[in-house]
T-cell receptor, first 111, second 107 residues
Framework: DVKVTQSSRYLVKRTGEKVFLECVQD?????MFWYRQDPGLGLRLIYF???????EKGDIPEGYSVSREKKERFSLILESASTNQTSMYLC??????????FGSGTRLTVV | KNEVEQSPQNLTAQEGEFITINCSYS?????LHWLQQHPGGGIVSLFM???GKKKHGRLIATINIQEKHSSLHITASHPRDSAVYIC?????????FGDGTTLTVKP
């Protein structure tokens, strides 16, 4: 069964901490995406990557960075976590012309 | 005005009813996606459309490119269909999402 795996389901971090959210897909997909989902705001794209070592800013990249050293892994980094980054984070992957496969999400709370 | 508008925002139906959820968009697209999100967060991709109509089981998705409109239909609805249904449009690798339609199917 193909899947997108996010390393943590729930995460609690302190303000100012550096936070790594990991996402791994086993479908050899070219595209990978990081979204955050907040009540009333829907899904918003943070960053996406269409190839190894390639990245593009999404709609809300501020306060985040990403890393894609291998095709199957796309990491989201919060350099200095803040309380307004408390959210549900969803990773997805897709072929160039294919549909999405989403991970199960990481609910991050920054205290 | 959002680039992707869904209607209705909330929908309650009785088991067995035929359900339609609508999505209108105002931007150029290469594809339109219908996603399903159950309580607890998991998102499943139901359909990806660039033209015409697709059917999978009790679910049917249609798109009219000229009118920039798509519909998701559920026939013989069931309580397990209760979820948030999200429309998303993609172009040049980036996607824009609707706010979702919360469907509740009562037994």
């Amino acid at each position: 069964d193909v899947k997108v795996t996010q390393s943590s389901r729930y995460l609690v971090k302190r303000t100012g901490e550096k936070v790594f959210l990991e996402c791994v897909q086993d479908m050899d997909h070219e595209n990978m995406f990081w979204y955050r989902q907040d009540p009333g705001l829907g899904l918003r794209l943070i960053y996406f990557s269409y190839d190894v070592k390639m990245k593009e800013k999404g709609d809300i990249p501020e306060g985040y960075s990403v890393s894609r050293e291998k095709k199957e892994r796309f990491s989201l980094i919060l350099e200095s976590a803040s309380t307004n980054q408390t959210s549900m984070y969803l990773c997805a992957s897709s072929l160039v012309v294919g549909g999405y496969t989403f991970g199960s999400g990481t609910r991050l709370t920054v205290v | 005005k959002n680039e992707v508008e869904q209607s209705p925002q909330n929908l309650t139906a009785q088991e067995g009813e035929f359900i339609t959820i609508n999505c209108s968009y105002s931007v150029g697209i290469s594809a339109l996606h219908w996603l399903q999100q159950h309580p607890g967060g998991g998102i499943v991709s139901l359909f990806m459309l660039s033209s015409g109509k697709k059917k999978h089981g009790r679910l049917i998705a249609t798109i009219n490119i000229q009118e920039k409109h798509s519909s998701l239909h559920i026939t013989a609805s069931h309580p397990r269909d209760s979820a948030v249904y999200i429309c998303a449009v993609t172009n040049a690798g980036k996607s824009t999402f609707g706010d979702g339609t919360t469907l509740t199917v009562k037994p």
